[in-house]
């Protein structure tokens, strides 16, 4: 008879990271797998479950317009809780530092139902940036009991913290996720860009923490590298967010060589990471998917929970200060050396096989 496993998502970043998951535990007998969606981004979640040829088999609908972090924590408990009671898994598996991820945690904490927490260990030790991330991460730390952590330093913070359960290294999933879709050669066609005629930027801006002055210090920047680097263009997808767009669309639409587009799919940013010749970020993900496929990284903001990155070369920390944004990206694009040292850095992340590594150790935990 099949354990019952539970899977809880509710973002974009949590469907792509967890979709090899999904798959690996499936093919596995010994598991009958939910899915669980809090709908905290419900279309997009969809859209790359399907990519995957998966789909979530319950939708709590949480989501409500302008809802607080204290709404998304408490309509996730009221919903999840009762699914849990009915389903009783054996064991609810989250993922990364989501409020949707500490509310899951939380939640099975309650029943007390075994947690598995996928990339754990991640740690900036400031509590307030990533807000709320680290403070999530650190919670569901308190009360997994297995911790799959993505490197060997994440390992360490585990142990460092002296947390209970099980700690595995077992590679970051979304490596899993980027291999898969890019060798399937995906496409993503930005109307009025030929992406042979320039360098292109790939640009993604959205974390909480970069909200209001900061992201207007970032748009400077962009305008400010296309000024120095006339054979550079800018790729922006735009994220949903009104607190971003009101900032980044009155400072950067129009301008001829910049590109501002919805938010791509995941095949679609998989491409432009191939296509495009630097990324500027305040994104986590993407500081682990651009060095699998050797593109140098910017990450737009104070701190990064991902310092492997920045230690192997892969990525370097500039924050939102328009002047230290342009000095940088203008020496990567004007120095041939010193941007391949970034592009040929070894990546820390992982080969790709962190999916199967999960189920392995899942099993190896009910035998």
């Not at 790729?235 to 009104?242: E, K, Q, T």
């Not at 305040?282 to 701190?303: F, H, W, Y």
């Not at 939102?320 to 992340?349: C, S």
């Amino acid at each position: 008879m099949p354990l019952p496993l539970a899977i809880v998502l509710g973002t974009r970043p949590e469907a792509i990271k967890l979709a090899p998951v999904i798959q690996a535990l499936r093919r596995n007998p010994q598991w009958q797998v939910t899915v669980i969606s809090t709908g905290q981004h419900r279309e997009m979640v969809a859209q790359i479950l399907g990519w995957f040829d998966l789909q979530c088999n319950y939708d709590l609908e949480i989501m409500q317009p302008g809802q607080t972090l204290e709404q998304i924590t408490c309509r996730t408990l009221e919903r999840l809780s009762p699914v849990l009671q009915d389903l009783a898994p054996r064991l609810v598996l989250v993922q990364g530092d989501t409020t949707t991820a500490f509310a899951a945690a939380l939640a099975s904490f309650y029943q007390q139902i075994p947690i598995a927490h996928v990339e754990a260990g991640l740690r900036t030790d400031n509590l307030f940036s990533p807000y709320p991330e680290e403070a999530n991460r650190r919670l569901i730390s308190q009360i997994a009991q297995l911790h799959f952590a993505p490197t060997p330093l994440a390992v360490q913070y585990l142990k460092d913290s002296r947390v209970t359960g099980q700690i595995h290294h077992t590679g970051n999933t979304v490596i899993d996720a980027l291999l898969q879709v890019a060798g399937q050669n995906p496409d993503c066609p930005v109307a009025g860009l030929d992406w042979q005629k320039y360098r292109v930027l790939l640009a993604t801006v959205h974390r909480r923490e970069n909200w209001g002055a900061p992201l207007a210090q970032i748009a400077q920047a962009f305008l400010g590298i296309l000024a120095q680097v006339p054979d550079t263009a800018l790729v922006l997808p735009l994220h949903p967010n009104p607190r971003v767009q009101d900032v980044l669309k009155p400072a950067l639409a129009g301008h001829p060589r910049i590109f501002l587009t919805p938010p791509l799919d995941y095949p679609q940013l998989v491409a432009a990471i191939q296509r495009c010749y630097l990324i500027l970020t305040d994104s986590g993900g993407i500081q682990e998917e651009a060095p699998a496929l050797g593109k140098p990284v910017l990450v737009l903001r104070d701190t990064t929970e991902r310092p492997e990155a920045i230690t192997a070369g892969t990525a370097a920390l500039v924050g939102t200060d328009t002047d230290k944004i342009i000095t940088k990206a203008v020496e990567l694009l004007n120095e041939p050396t010193a941007y391949a040292r970034m592009a040929n850095a070894v990546n820390p992340f992982g080969d790709g096989q962190a999916a199967q590594r999960i189920d392995k150790i899942i099993t190896e935990y009910f035998a």
